[in-house]
């Protein structure tokens, strides 16, 4: 089997298109981690944090999962489309979170 990366074009969002598959997904993945017992002080979701927190937002065309601590970007994960940040970015909260996760199951879906 040969790769064609021809096949996984991505095609780029408007801001505006962003702006609003931001504000129905944040949501979700909000009242996921709410659901799952995640502290709300333990992740950002629309910008970053100087407090050493997870951050799940878009970059371009791309979502980003990230840590963020003083303004700076670290261990940045980039994805297509918000799903899969999504599940990343509840998947990896409940690593973090070993106090309330201690087998920190593999979660195929989040949210």
């Not at 009242?31 to 371009?60: F, H, K, W």
Request: include cysteine; charge should be negative; charged fraction near 20%.
């Amino acid at each position: 089997m040969n790769f064609n990366s021809a096949q996984y074009q991505h095609k780029p969002l408007s801001p505006h298109e962003m702006s609003n598959l931001k504000a129905q997904i944040f949501p979700l993945i909000e009242r996921r981690l709410t659901e799952l017992g995640i502290p709300r002080s333990a992740y950002v979701m629309g910008g970053e944090s100087n407090a050493a927190q997870l951050c799940i937002d878009t970059d371009g065309d791309f979502w980003s999962v990230f840590t963020s601590e003083r303004g700076e970007r670290f261990n940045p994960g980039l994805f297509f489309d918000p799903w899969s940040a999504g599940n990343y970015f509840v998947w990896e909260l409940m690593r973090r979170h070993k106090d309330i996760f201690p087998d920190h199951p593999v979660i195929p879906f989040c949210f």
